[in-house]
């Protein structure tokens, strides 16, 4: 009897323990402990995180000077824009402080439109860019292509034009493509590649540059934006703007002066745009162009160092 007893206790510790073994195989696993909350980003920073398809021109080109003279683009870069898919549009006024003439050293104070209006990230149109098309075929890269308006020169800008003759301004093509490879907020980073070149007017040729921009969120819907870059003409451009013909010479105080396309001026430019009250922004462009080679030798050029400088306010419907 005692035997029988011990047997059963035997079996029923055996079967206590493969029950035991298979309920702990069958048991589910404890869950992983959570990762940790990733902190959130800094005030305006989160727009820095647009996608690459919402990619356009950054606005700091305006530090070129044709661009500079035509007004003032108010729309913010796309990487603080956020993800827009409709119309915006925004209008206002502004002064701009510029050369009297590329070259001089004699300033001028004039009225300027400040005016944006896009559609998405695929269409713009203002007074500093012009009108045109843009499109983000690949991540990172965003090609555009438009219209603009190239202002001439008058001998009336300044005295020591007069027997240059006038140079009527016209409508001029543009191509540009910019590239922001870099993931997350680095998008600030871009490198933007463009060249104009004239369709009619006295102002014949190209004129191509190269920058690198970079911009910041400053408070709530602002950002400040810096570039530098280079800008190359070609010959007839380099003409126009700083050669003197045989014709001109014997009717103004040059000489005889023929330039050759090439490094034209190096440039450097900012740019902030902030909310003031309510719809209103405030905008400032200053920038800044320093004549190389040819340009910086000609005898029509009595400054070397040109600044242009202009602010505004516009209001965002």
């Given at each position: 009897?005692g035997?029988r007893?011990?047997r059963i206790?035997?079996?029923a510790a055996?079967?206590?323990?493969?029950?035991?073994?298979?309920w702990?195989?069958?048991?589910?696993?404890?869950?992983?402990p959570?990762?940790?909350?990733?902190?959130?980003?800094?005030?305006?920073m989160?727009?820095?995180?647009?996608?690459?398809?919402?990619?356009?021109?950054?606005?700091?080109?305006?530090?070129?000077?044709?661009?500079?003279?035509r007004?003032?683009?108010?729309?913010r870069?796309?990487e603080?824009?956020?993800d827009?898919?409709?119309?915006?549009f925004?209008?206002?006024?502004?002064v701009?402080?510029?050369?009297?003439?590329?070259g001089?050293?004699?300033?001028?104070?004039?009225?300027?439109?400040?005016?944006?209006?896009?559609?998405?990230?695929?269409f713009?149109?203002?007074?500093?860019r012009?009108?045109?098309?843009?499109?983000?075929?690949?991540?990172?890269?965003?090609?555009?292509?438009?219209l603009?308006?190239?202002f001439g020169?008058?001998e009336?800008?300044?005295?020591r034009?007069?027997?240059?003759g006038?140079?009527?301004?016209g409508?001029?093509?543009?191509?540009?493509?910019?590239?922001?490879?870099?993931?997350?907020i680095l998008?600030a980073?871009?490198?933007?590649?463009?060249?104009?070149?004239a369709?009619?007017g006295?102002?014949?040729?190209?004129e191509?540059?190269a920058?690198?921009?970079?911009?910041?969120?400053i408070g709530?819907?602002?950002?400040?934006?810096?570039?530098?870059?280079?800008?190359?003409?070609?010959e007839?451009?380099?003409?126009d703007?700083f050669?003197?013909?045989?014709?001109q010479?014997?009717?103004?105080?040059?000489?005889?002066?023929?330039?050759?396309?090439?490094?034209r001026?190096?440039?450097?430019?900012?740019?902030?745009?902030r909310?003031?009250?309510?719809?209103?922004?405030?905008?400032?462009?200053?920038?800044?162009?320093?004549?190389?080679?040819?340009?910086?030798?000609?005898?029509?050029?009595?400054?070397?160092?040109?600044?242009?400088?202009a602010?505004?306010?516009?209001?965002?419907?």
């Open positions: 009897m035997g007893i011990s206790a035997t079996c055996m079967a206590a323990m493969l029950c035991g073994g298979a702990a195989q069958q048991a589910p696993q404890p869950p992983a959570p990762a940790p909350p990733v902190p959130p980003p800094a005030p305006g989160e727009r820095m995180n647009s996608s690459a398809a919402a990619q356009s021109q950054i606005i700091t080109r305006t530090n070129r000077s044709a661009r500079a003279e007004g003032l683009n108010a729309s870069p796309p603080l824009r956020g827009n898919e409709g119309w915006t925004m209008a206002g006024a502004g701009l402080i510029r050369p009297a003439f590329v001089s050293d004699v300033y001028k104070v004039s009225p300027i439109p400040a005016a944006s209006l896009t559609y998405s990230d695929l713009f149109a203002d007074p500093a012009g009108i045109g098309l843009s499109h983000s075929f690949v991540p990172g890269t965003t090609v555009s292509a438009g603009d308006y190239n020169r008058k009336k800008d300044d005295s034009l007069i027997g240059l006038d140079l009527d301004g409508p001029a093509g543009f191509a540009e493509i910019e590239f922001r490879p870099l993931p997350g998008q980073l871009s490198l933007n590649l463009g060249i104009e070149s369709i009619d006295d102002i014949d040729g190209y191509a540059g920058d690198l921009g970079v911009a910041i969120p709530a819907g602002g950002y400040a934006a810096f570039t530098g870059g280079v800008l190359v003409a070609s007839e451009r380099m003409q703007l050669g003197v013909t045989p014709a010479s014997a009717a103004s105080i040059f000489p005889v002066y023929t330039p050759d396309g090439g490094l001026a190096a440039t450097f430019g900012v740019t902030a745009f909310p003031v009250m309510g719809n209103w922004n405030a905008l400032v462009s200053a920038g800044y162009e320093r004549l190389l080679n040819d340009a910086e030798d000609s005898p029509i050029t009595v400054d070397v160092d040109q600044y242009r400088l602010a505004g306010l516009v209001y965002e419907f």
